[in-house]
């Protein structure tokens, strides 16, 4: 029941109350320390108050309880050394890491928290010591890799055709060789090499990024853009394409130009996961990734409605013309290729002034310019426009988030002895098994000056209006309710002026 009380009173609106109300049910605890205590007690989800306070974005809770963790070490004049406790914080011995938990939730304000001390610091000394060096390996490793299978793919077997052309559009010269043909010479067994190396590297991706997916869960694990979702899609579906080329390529199958050619625009494009190891880059991904999961796809239903149904309107005016004058649109495909480009501006419209143009042909493409052209080409501008004006204010939320992401996914990977544990342990201080951060704190002096001179205002307020209450109380009597708020006005603005007469004289002594 007290554990129950705790967890519920961590989702409370009033702060103050809930965190006075925290330690009155912490008084009663008989087991202060250990597992039996009510604050390591997890609640059905697996969360404990503390890792509840973060994932509610509460910051006053999770203040309240890391003040309560944190031992002084000790202090001279402004400086000050104290450890904090991250056993709950620190992912490397935490099934369900505290940090992931903040960076996947949907709540705006529990990426607050990765600025608050101790997380900011124990984040801070990861990613400056092991995550960013690992991080800037892994993108120098994954570009080579891209260029071995860059190269394999230029250098793919080929021979020259054999067979007669059966039309006139027919414009094919070189035809893909068999399996037993394509390993004979001294280039091809270098090529064998590389995609030996492109193989294995799908495999791999596809041994890592499996376990995630069971661990967290689908919807999550490609949904949220935090966690590099989306570019977890376009990874897999590489891993993929690379596999089905190769069973193409051992079979002899006509037609690994198709897994081949996505392949390699989804590789390149899974590049742009390693600029979040930039804070100039970062927050771009995001944007992107917002803007093609969000305004694009909302858009493309729109885009093609209307091309469908221009394109079919081109197509069945054409239908009875020779399309040797104007072959733009001589097949349905081609006439949704071609309304296409138009649409994105991509081609003008094609015309042939030595023949004669169907005139329904002049009206269509009026009206698809001023839809597709004029309307909603800066319909999408503006949509985009905003998506970017929303990023660019939580950029800097973002790029921590980034960080915090990237950093827990290289410490589940990499192996224990490439990334010891932060911190220090408890032993070397006398306080047990748990793990505490040392972080140096310096106190400014003009802060707490300033301090004194603001409670001196507040004291010679206090005083000026005693007195004027003291003074209102003996004449209450005899004056009238009219005359009485005059003279509180006018008590209050002497009042004022006095404290603020009193409270300058002050800094002038201090001065």
């Keep these: 029941i007290g554990n129950t009380v705790l967890h519920i009173l961590v989702l409370q609106p009033n702060k103050t109350f809930a965190c006075h ?82 960076v996947s939730t949907k709540k ?10 101790p997380v900011k610091e124990l984040v801070s000394l990861k990613w400056n010591m092991y995550g960013r060096p690992y991080f800037c390996f892994l993108a120098l490793f994954y570009i080579l890799y891209m260029v071995c299978f860059t190269m394999c793919c230029v250098y793919r077997p080929l021979k020259p055709r054999t067979g007669n052309r059966t039309s006139s559009r027919d414009n094919t010269v070189y035809v893909q060789k068999m399996l037993q043909e394509s390993y004979v010479a001294y280039e091809d067994e270098l ?167 169907p005139f329904m042909y002049s009206v269509v493409y009026f009206a698809f310019a001023i839809i597709a052209t004029l309307l909603m080409l800066n319909l999408l501008i503006a949509m985009m426009g905003d998506t970017h004006w929303r990023v660019a204010h939580e950029q800097d939320e973002l790029w921590r988030a980034q960080v915090v992401a990237t950093t827990v996914m290289l410490e589940r990977k990499l192996p224990r002895c490439l990334w010891p544990r932060s911190g220090i342990c408890g032993r070397e201080f006398g306080l047990g098994d748990r793990w505490y951060l040392r972080i140096e704190d310096r106190i400014d002096p003009n802060k707490h000056k300033m301090m004194r001179y603001t409670e001196a205002f507040k004291a010679q307020d206090r005083e000026s209006y005693d007195k004027g209450s003291e003074k209102l109380e003996t004449n209450g009597d005899t004056l009238c309710k009219n005359e009485l708020s005059a003279l509180s006005l006018s008590l209050s603005r002497s009042t004022s002026r006095t404290s603020s007469h009193r409270g300058w004289e002050i800094l002038r002594r201090n001065t």
């Excluded at 309240?64 to 002084?72: A, D, S, T």
């Excluded at 803007?291 to 493309?300: A, T």
């Design 21 to 102: 109300m925290y330690s009155l049910i912490l008084s009663y605890d008989r087991s202060k320390e250990g597992p039996g205590s009510l604050e390591l007690i997890p609640n059905n989800e697996g969360l404990s108050p503390f890792k509840l306070a973060g994932v509610e974005g509460n910051t006053v809770m999770f203040q309240y309880l890391m003040q309560k963790r944190k031992q002084n070490l000790w202090s001279f004049g402004p400086l000050s050394t104290v450890l904090y406790d991250i056993t709950e914080i620190d992912s490397w011995a935490e099934d369900q890491s505290f940090l992931e938990l903040i």
């Design 191 to 357: 090529r064998l090499v590389g995609e030996l190396i492109t193989v294995i590297g799908a495999v791999v991706i596809l041994v890592l990024e499996i376990p995630d997916i069971l661990r967290v869960g689908a919807a999550k694990y490609f949904g949220q853009t935090i966690l590099g979702g989306p570019f977890h899609i376009i990874v897999i579906t590489y891993a993929c394409m690379i596999l089905v080329t190769m069973v193409m390529r051992l079979t002899s199958t006509t037609g690994e130009v198709v897994p081949m050619s996505f392949a390699l625009v989804l590789g390149w494009c899974n590049v742009m996961y390693f600029a979040r190891g930039f804070q100039m880059l970062g927050p771009f991904t995001i944007m992107i990734q917002k803007m093609i999961f969000g305004d694009l796809m909302r858009f493309c239903w729109l885009m093609a409605v209307v091309i469908l149904g221009f394109a079919s309107a081109f197509y069945i005016i054409f239908q009875t013309e020779n399309p040797e004058n104007l072959g733009q649109f001589y097949n349905y495909p081609m006439s949704l290729f071609t309304t296409f480009e138009l649409f994105l501006t991509i081609i003008d419209g094609p015309a042939n002034y030595d023949v004669d143009l």
């Design 108 to 117: 705006r304000e529990a990426r607050q928290i990765l600025d608050l001390t």
